[in-house]
C-alpha cells in the first residue's frame, strides 16, 4: 500500500470512530456562534488532511496529528474572529445604555428580559426608525454623517430618532406592567 492510500485510510478510520470525541473537545475549546460551529471546524480540518494526505511522510500518530491540526484551526479561529467578540460585547453595551435611555426609573435594572424585549421592540419598529436607532446608537454614525450619505434633513433624521425612542419606552413600560 503507498504512503497515500495508507494515509488516507488511517485518516478516514480515524475520523469514522473518533468524530463524536471531536465534536466535544472542539466543544469544550469555542463556545459555538453562527460562525464558528464544531462541525465545520473538524470538517475544515478533515478536508485539509485528506487533501494533502499524499504530502504527508506516513502519519504513525493519527489523534496526535489530527488533534494537533484541530487545535491550530481552533486559534487561527479565535485569532482571526478576535475582532467580532469585540463587535457583539460593544452592541451589547450599546442595547444596556439604550435600555437605560428609555427606561425612566433608577430601579428599572437592565437585565436579560430587558435586552430581549427592547430587540424585539427595535426589530418591530418602522424601517427608517429602526435604520435611525440603530445608525444612531449601535453604527456610531452622527446625524449629519446620515444626513449626507442619505439626502435626509438632520432635523427629520432627529425627530424619527425621537419618535423610535418614544415608541421603545412605551414597548418597555407595557411589558414591565
Known sequence: MNQKSENNKKLKDFFGEE????????????????????????????????????????????????????????IDIMRSKKHNYDYEESAEAKLQELAEMVSDSPDNLYTEEMSSILKKAIINLKPEYRDIIIAIDFEGYSYKEISQETGIPQGTLMSRRHRAIGILYKEIELKKQ
Open 19 to 74: 468524530y463524536q470525541s471531536l465534536k466535544v473537545y472542539v466543544n469544550s475549546r469555542i463556545k459555538a456562534t453562527a460562525s464558528r460551529d464544531a462541525e465545520d471546524i473538524i470538517q475544515d480540518v478533515a478536508l485539509k488532511l485528506f487533501a494533502g494526505a499524499d504530502r504527508y511522510s506516513p502519519i504513525n500518530n493519527v489523534a496526535g496529528f489530527v488533534y494537533n491540526s484541530i487545535k491550530n484551526k481552533i
